[in-house]
């Protein structure tokens, strides 16, 4: 008995082939890198690495950055952020959920 249910359950999903299979993810969709519109006020002497011929920059952010224009942000050439969430074990930063 067993082995007879057995045959019907592997003929059934046999059967079923690709339509049964589960969908596939979407593809992700391409990252854009654009290139930086700003500036430094206070550069970092970068002792011969000019950060502005890197592809790619981004900003970091925290309870001192009360407000931040992200898609100005994007617009300027920053591709990415880390945004502050704790510090140590027992502090939350305030800002990181309106972040």
Known sequence: ??????LV??????????????DKPAAAPPVEVTWPNF?????????GQDPAHHPVHGVDVSRYQTSVDWQVARENGVNFAFIKAT???DMLDPMFKVH
């Not at 359950?9 to 589960?22: D, H, I, K, R, T």
Request: some cysteine; aromatic content about 10%; hydrophobic content about 50%.
């Open 9 to 22: 359950l592997f003929l059934a999903l046999a059967a079923c082939g690709a339509a049964c299979a589960p």
């Open 87 to 89: 510090e140590g074990g």
């Open 1 to 6: 008995m067993k082995q007879g249910l057995f």
């Open 39 to 47: 500036s430094d006020a206070d550069p970092h002497p970068w002792a």
